[in-house]
C-alpha cells in the first residue's frame, strides 16, 4: 500500500522544512505550505532529488482568507493526503500593553483560527476513511504565562486543548491527533518576531526537536513534548487536572465563596 501523502503548513523554514524532509526520507509523497513561493520550490526541487518523492507547492498566506480557503480545498478533496502538519505560526516581541491590535489579531489569525480550520477541512474526510493524522504544534509557552508571552502562549494553549479535545473526539474514528510543546528552537521565527536568538539560553536544534516529535509520533502519543526529560510530571499535571473533573460537577458554589450568614 502506497504512504499517505503530507501536507505541511510553514514548509519554506524551520520546523516546517525539516518535518519536510524526515517524511520525505520515509517515502512520504508532500504538499508543502508556505508564503515564499521560491524558497518552497527551491526546497520541492532539493527532496526530489534527494528522495524521488512527489512534492506540490502550494504558495499560501493563511492570514488572507482566500488563501487559506484554496489550502482548506486540497484538504478535502485530495484523497491522498493522510496527515496533516499544522506548523505554521507567528510569535511577536513586547509585553501586552506594547503590541497592537492589528499584530495580536495577525497572530491569532495564523495561530489559532487557520489552524482549526485546516484541521476542520480534512478531519470529516479522515474520519470517513478510518484513518489518517494531525499533527499540531503547540509550545510550552501554552503551559506557562509567567514566560510573559501572552498572546503568543494564548494561542499555544488552545493548540493544546483543541488537539486533546480532537483526539478524544476522533481516536474512535481511527484518527490520531498529536500536539508537540517544543521550547525554544533554533528557527527564523524569534528573527521575524524582534527578538534577538542570543539572547534565549537551552535552544534546541530544529532538528533534533522534529526527530523527537517524531519518535512520539509514532508511538502514537497525544502529546509530545521533547525537552522534558522526566515525564512523570506531564502524567502528574495531567492526572490532577483529571482530578478535578468531579470536584468542578457541582450544582452548589464551594464553601469558601458562599455569603457571610
Given amino acids: 500500500m502506497s504512504l499517505p501523502t503530507v501536507l505541511i503548513t510553514g514548509a519554506s523554514s524551520g520546523i516546517g522544512t525539516v518535518y519536510a524532509e524526515r517524511f520525505a526520507r520515509r517515502g512520504h509523497d508532500l504538499v508543502l505550505v508556505a508564503r515564499d513561493k521560491g524558497r518552497l520550490n527551491a526546497l520541492a526541487e532539493r527532496l526530489r532529488?534527494?528522495?524521488?518523492?512527489?512534492?506540490d507547492t502550494l504558495p499560501a498566506d493563511l492570514t488572507q482568507r482566500s488563501d487559506l480557503a484554496i489550502v482548506e480545498s486540497r484538504l478535502?478533496?485530495?484523497?491522498r493526503i493522510g496527515i496533516l502538519v499544522n506548523n505554521a505560526g507567528i510569535a511577536q516581541s513586547g509585553g501586552f500593553t506594547e503590541q497592537s491590535a492589528d499584530s495580536i489579531e495577525q497572530l491569532l489569525t495564523l495561530n489559532t483560527i487557520a489552524l482549526t480550520r485546516l484541521a476542520a477541512a480534512v478531519a470529516p474526510r479522515l474520519a470517513n476513511a478510518g484513518e489518517g493524522a494531525i499533527i499540531n504544534i503547540g509550545s510550552v509557552v501554552g503551559l506557562a504565562p509567567e514566560f510573559g508571552m501572552s498572546v503568543y502562549g494564548a494561542s499555544k494553549a488552545f493548540v493544546l486543548f483543541l488537539s486533546q479535545g480532537l483526539s478524544l473526539e476522533l481516536t474512535p474514528k481511527g484518527v490520531y491527533v498529536q500536539a508537540v510543546l517544543p521550547a525554544a528552537t533554533r528557527t527564523e521565527i524569534w528573527e521575524r518576531?524582534?527578538?534577538?536568538?542570543n539572547t534565549l539560553t537551552d535552544v534546541m536544534d530544529v532538528g533534533e526537536l522534529v526527530d523527537a516529535a517524531l519518535v512520539g509520533f509514532d508511538r502514537r502519543e497525544t502529546v509530545t513534548i521533547p525537552p522534558l526529560h522526566v515525564a512523570e510530571r506531564w502524567d502528574t499535571l495531567d492526572a490532577s487536572r483529571q482530578g478535578l473533573l468531579s470536584d468542578i460537577r457541582q450544582a452548589q458554589a464551594a464553601e469558601r465563596y458562599r455569603p457571610a450568614q
Avoid: E, L, Y
Fill in 49 to 55: 532529488d534527494a528522495t524521488g518523492v512527489a512534492i
Fill in 76 to 79: 478535502r478533496d485530495d484523497a
Fill in 193 to 197: 518576531a524582534g527578538i534577538d536568538i
